[in-house]
């Protein structure tokens, strides 16, 4: 796949039509992929480009500044999760206030049939975009018969009755509940972090540790906690336990980012790790002593063992 960071003053290096999707796609969930793989398919029995058209930075930073927003995924891991389904072209817009007031129409005319050829739009079922999203589906079906393109809906991902969308994926990780965002999603959620040095406490009392400090910021992360948790290194999964939150018994407030890796004792120090989240063990403690505290480590890896003997 090749990924082309549309500034709004090129052209499209494609000499054939193209079929296209426009959205965020933050996750790449189930729903996402839905849609893409239908993009990858008619595009191809159509002999056109599938090109999906995404936005840096998402549009809720730049409408909604001050707005908590946790993104799901990092540029990195969205790019390879949308290169995995076989798509051509990932289009990079840059998304602005002067795009976001921009009519349906234009946007239609301007960007996707003049900039992009597009032959065939793919949207899913809830699809919106313009100015107030005011770009929704019957304005596209009349849209689609005057400027001669076609259109594909496709219907949702259904999760217990109902649509799965980025909105389900974050209230199920902010609660921490894990096997629902795995559902949703249809991979172990993840983050992509880098270990850095720390204060060394953890190998004194027994479970060394790497710090970790993840990549981009607006991280979606999930409550503090101890995790089971898994990471793919030198060509093998490698389990362990993952501490996200502050250190109460240590009176350190600032929460943090620690995975005890089990059976691996290569030095980590400024490598780049994907870690897959499983399940939540247990909420973050107070102990009286550091004693306590790896009594609870000692049974955290036992729990932690148990969870991964599964997958």
Do not use: C
């Not at 054939?16 to 996402?32: Q, Y």
């Not at 990079?92 to 032959?119: C, I, K, N, Y």
């Not at 107030?132 to 019957?138: E, L, P, Y």
């Not at 219907?155 to 921490?176: F, K, M, N, T, Y």
């Amino acid at each position: 796949m090749e990924v082309w960071k549309d500034d709004g003053s090129r052209q499209f290096p494609s000499d054939s039509g193209t079929a296209l999707t426009v959205g965020t796609f933050d996750g790449v969930h189930r729903g996402h992929v839905h849609i893409l793989e239908e993009l990858v398919r008619v595009s191809r029995e159509g002999g056109l480009r599938s090109v999906v058209v995404t936005f840096d930075p998402h549009p809720r930073h730049v409408l909604q500044p001050a707005v908590e927003f946790g993104l799901l995924t990092g540029e990195a891991a969205k790019t390879r999760l949308i290169g995995a389904l076989g798509v051509d072209y990932l289009a990079v817009t840059r998304f602005d206030l002067a795009l976001s007031q921009l009519p349906p129409e234009r946007f239609v005319v301007d960007h996707l049939l003049e900039r992009f050829r597009m032959r065939t739009l793919v949207v899913g079922y809830d699809h919106a975009f313009g100015k107030d999203r005011a770009g929704g589906q019957q304005m596209l079906s009349e849209m689609s018969d005057r400027l001669g393109f076609s259109l594909v809906r496709v219907p949702p991902v259904l999760h217990e009755g109902r649509p799965i969308s980025s909105s389900r994926v974050r209230r199920a990780l902010e609660e921490g509940r894990m096997a629902e965002a795995e559902h949703l999603l249809g991979r172990f959620y993840s983050f992509s972090g880098r270990v850095v040095h720390g204060a060394g406490r953890g190998r004194k009392l027994g479970h060394p540790t790497a710090n970790l400090v993840p990549l981009f910021e607006r991280k979606q992360l999930f409550p503090s906690g101890v995790y089971a948790a898994r990471v793919s290194l030198d060509g093998r999964w490698v389990q362990g336990a993952l501490y996200w939150g502050p250190r109460p018994t240590f009176n350190e407030d600032e929460p943090g980012l620690e995975l005890n890796l089990y059976e691996f004792e290569a030095d980590l120090y400024d490598r780049v790790l994907e870690v897959e989240v499983v399940e939540r063990i247990r909420p973050i403690r107070s102990f009286p002593d550091s004693d306590e505290l790896i009594r609870q480590m000692d049974r955290d890896d036992t729990a932690v063992r148990r969870v991964l003997e599964g997958i």
